[in-house]
C-alpha cells in the first residue's frame, strides 16, 4: 500500500488531462467550466427543493412590482417624488441629473428593483454550500449589469443627450477610439496615454543606485537628501505581482520620496518578471533570494543596525512568512515590521475567492503547467470582473458611447505595466496560502520548522483599505488573533492601490488608527473601527512617525550607497533594469 503522501497516478496521464484543460482555458478566459456548473447545480437543486423560498420569491416580485408602479403614479403627480430605491454604496451609474426625470428614471428604477430581486433569488437559497452561493450570486450580476439601462445609448441620459449635441460625432469618436484600443491589445501595446509616464523618466525618478542583483532580484539604494537619517534603514518588498514603483509613482505622490525626504534611509526591491525558464520558481526560492538576500546586502551597507521591514500586500504576506522564520532561529535584525494590505490569514481573502476553488485551482494549475506562468493578461481580466462597473462598463460608455478618452494618470499607467507569475510558485502559494491556510494555521514550514506568527516579537505597522477587494480589511485585521506582539492597525480611505498611495494633501483622505499592546485585550473588527481615532488625512504621516519613534534617538550621517563588501557596489542607476522587463 502506498503512503497516503505518495501520488497513486501516472504523470503521463495527469499530462493528458493538463493539455485538455490548457486548451479549453483559451476559450473560457482561465475560468474553469466545471466549477461554474457545480455552483449552478448546487444552487438550482436546492432552489427547486425549497418551495417555500420559491413563495417568498414570488412575493417579494410582487411587493416589487406594486413599488414601482407606485412609484411610477406618484411622479407623474409630482415631479419632485423621490426615488423608490437608491443604488448601493459605490454605485455611480445612476448619479446624472437625467436619470431623475422620466422615462430614464422608470428605467433605472426598474434595473434596480430587479437587481435587488435577484440579489434574493441567490442568497438563502436552504442547503446551498456559502462559496457555491457567492460564485452564482457574482455570475447574476455579471450577467444583470449587461443590460443595465446605463449601458444601453437609448437609455442612458448622458449618451441622449451628448448625441444630440454633437449631432452624433459621439459615436464616431467612439468608434475610433475602440478601435485604436482593439488595435493595442491586438499588438501588444499598452493603454492610450501611458506614453505620458514612463518610467524613469516621469515615474520611478527618486535618485538611488542598484546596489544588489541576483536572479530574483534588484536591490535599490536610494540617495539621502538630508544632511542626518535616522540610523535604522527602511527595506520595502512589494509584491511581485506589480512593478515596485507604485511606491516611487510621480515625485508628488511617491512614497519612497517621502520617506527619504523625514530622514530615512531607504531600500527598496525590484523584482524580475519571470518567463517560462522560471517556471520552477517556489515561495521559498522568493523568500530566500529576495527578502533574505535583502536583508543581508542590507546589513552589509548599513551594518550593525536592525531594519524596518515594509511588505505591500503579496510582499507583506511573504515578509510576514520570513519574520516568522527569522524569529523561530533567532535572528532578530528587524527593528519593526509594516504591513500594507496584506494578509496573514485567508478565511475571508474577499471576492477573489469566487475564483478559486479546488477545481478552479486544478484547471489554473493546468493553464500555468502548459506556459510555464501565469500571463499578466489572464490576471487583469480576473480583477476586472471584480469591479466591472469600474473598469468595465463605465469605460464603455464613457470612451465609446460618449466618444470621450478617461484621462491617464499615473496609477492607471501602472496599473497597465503587470508581470507575470511562475508557474510553481503562484500554485504553490493558491494552494498553501488560499486553500490550506496553512500560514494561519501555523503549517507553513521554513527550512522544516512552522513559520508560526506567534513568534514575531518586533512591533508591527498594518495597513488596511477600506475599499480593498483583493485583501479586505476586516481579513488583513486577522493579524491582531496571530501575534503575540504590539499592532498599529490603520484602516484608511480608498482601495488596494489608491489607499496606499495616499500622500499628504491629497483631497479627501482620511483615516482611523488605534494600537493594541500586547497585554491589551483584542478587539472585534468592528468594535476596533468603533474605537479607533479618525483622522483627516494622509496616514504616512502618522507611520513615518511611528518608524521614528522605533529608531534610535540620535540621528546618523547617511550610509554611503556602497559598502566595503565588493557584492554590494552600485551597479547601475536607479530603478534599474527588472522593471523595464515586459
Known sequence: MPRLEESVGSEAFRSIDRMREALAAQTTGGLS????????????????????????????????????????????AHSGTPPCIEPLPGDYRFRAEGWRKQPYSFWAQAFLLNQQWWHNVTHEVPGIMPHHEDVVSFAARQLLDIFSPSNNPFTNPEVVEKTIETGGANFIQGGQNWL??????????????????????????????????????????????????????????????????????????SLVRYLVGRGHTVFCISWLNPTADDRDLTMDDYRRLGIMAAVDAVGAI???????????CLGGTLLSIATAAMARAGDDRLASVTL???????????ELALFIDHSQMHFLE??????????????????????????VWSRLVHDYLMGERTPMVDLMAWNADSTRMPYKMHAEYLQRLYLNNELAAGRFMVDGRPAALQNIRAPMFVVGTERDHV????????????????VTFVLTSGGHNAGIVSEPGHQRRRFRVALKRT????????????????KDGSWWVDWADWLATHSAPEPVPPPALRSAEKDYAPIEDAPGTYVFQR
Open 366 to 391: 493546468s493553464m500555468m503547467w502548459n506556459r510555464g506562468y501565469l500571463s499578466a493578461d489572464q490576471m487583469a481580466g480576473a480583477f476586472s470582473l471584480l469591479r466591472t462597473n469600474d473598469l
Open 302 to 312: 548599513v551594518p550593525d543596525r536592525k531594519i524596518h521591514a515594509t511588505g505591500y
Open 519 to 534: 497585554a491589551d485585550p483584542c478587539l472585534g473588527a468592528d468594535e476596533w473601527a468603533a474605537a479607533a481615532v479618525s
Open 471 to 486: 485583501a479586505p480589511w476586516r481579513s488583513v485585521y486577522k493579524i491582531h488573533y496571530l501575534t503575540d506582539t504590539d
Open 180 to 253: 485604436e484600443d482593439i488595435n493595442r491589445l491586438a499588438t501588444g501595446q499598452p493603454p492610450v496615454g501611458t506614453e505620458l509616464f514612463q518610467v524613469g523618466k516621469d515615474v520611478a525618478v527618486t535618485p538611488g543606485k542598484v546596489v544588489y542583483r541576483n536572479h530574483l532580484i534588484e536591490l535599490i539604494q536610494y540617495a539621502p537628501t538630508t544632511e542626518t537619517v535616522l540610523a535604522e534603514p527602511v527595506l520595502i518588498v512589494p509584491a511581485w505581482i506589480m512593478k515596485y514603483y507604485i511606491l516611487d509613482l510621480s515625485p508628488q505622490n
Open 33 to 76: 467550466p466545471a466549477s461554474l456548473a457545480l455552483a449552478f447545480f448546487d444552487w438550482s437543486i436546492h432552489l427547486a427543493s425549497a418551495p417555500g423560498k420559491r413563495l417568498e420569491l414570488v412575493d417579494k416580485a410582487s411587493r416589487k412590482t406594486i413599488r414601482l408602479l407606485s412609484h411610477v403614479a406618484a411622479a407623474g
Open 340 to 350: 500594507f494590505a496584506a494578509q496573514t490569514d485567508f478565511t475571508e481573502p474577499g
